[in-house]
């Protein structure tokens, strides 16, 4: 089954632990982004890839940070997180020609007390 | 760059009535237009597209939207919808030139179906 998978689906930490939320999907996708969810917000973007070993920042980078080593994982990492950051996430992929058709993972919901 | 407004946040409706969400749109260049779905506690779907061609387009569960370049418009419709219709609906749009894109959304309109 095609799918975008993210660890975990909660998370509750405190200010300044550092974190990692997962994300792999199996569709051989190019195109990988994260988001975060906030009432009255929408989606904004995080970060997003391309492909291997190439990513760029999106609406709302700072506080967080990727990597993209191998296709088919993108990794979220928040080195100090902040209760500001307290949202819920999502992972998203697509082939690198068809980025408006996006899968979507199911969701981390994090929040840093 | 583009910005996505979705004039409604909250769409209360009854079960088997019409329902709209609207949807406008600014961009200096051409745009890939996009509703997306979002059930409870789940991640979001592609719910329909437009790329090219008719202006109007429908997806497989009787939603349909039509694109209006002159109104700068996205507007979703159901002539009748269900208990299962209930969920958070967001417009989208990407530019046609950007391959290397980015999809702009908007705030989201809540849609609650009721008895």
């Known amino acids: 089954e095609a799918q975008v998978t993210q660890n975990p689906r909660y998370l509750i930490t405190v200010t300044g632990k550092k974190l990692t939320v997962t994300c792999s999907q199996n569709?051989?996708?190019?195109?990988m982004s994260w988001y975060r969810q906030d009432p009255g917000l929408g989606l904004r973007q995080i970060y997003y890839?391309?492909?291997?070993?190439?990513?760029d920042k999106g609406d709302v980078p700072e506080g967080y940070k990727v990597s993209r080593k191998e296709k088919r994982n993108f990794p979220l990492i928040l080195e100090s997180p902040s209760p500001n950051q307290t949202s819920l996430y999502f992972c998203?992929?697509?082939?690198?020609?068809?980025?408006?058709?996006?899968?979507f993972g199911p969701g981390t919901r994090l929040t840093v007390t | 760059a583009q910005s996505v407004t979705q004039l409604d946040s909250q769409v209360p409706v009854f079960e088997e009535a019409p329902v709209e969400l609207r949807c406008n749109y600014s961009s200096s260049v051409s745009v890939y237009l996009f509703w997306y779905v979002q059930y409870p506690n789940q991640g979001l779907q592609l719910l329909l597209k437009?790329?090219?061609?008719?202006?109007l387009v429908e997806s497989i569960n009787g939603f349909e939207a039509e694109f209006n370049k002159s109104q700068t418009s996205f507007h979703l419709r159901k002539p009748s919808v269900h208990i299962s219709d209930t969920a958070e609906y967001f417009c989208?749009?990407?530019?046609?030139?950007?391959?290397?894109?980015?999809?702009?959304f908007g705030a989201g309109t809540q849609v609650v179906v009721t008895p």
């Open positions: 437009y790329l090219s061609g008719s202006t």
């Open positions: 998203a992929s697509s082939l690198r020609l068809k980025v408006g058709e996006q899968y």
């Open positions: 569709m051989n996708h190019e195109y």
């Open positions: 989208a749009v990407s530019m046609t030139t950007d391959s290397w894109g980015k999809l702009q």
């Open positions: 890839s391309m492909n291997v070993e190439v990513t």
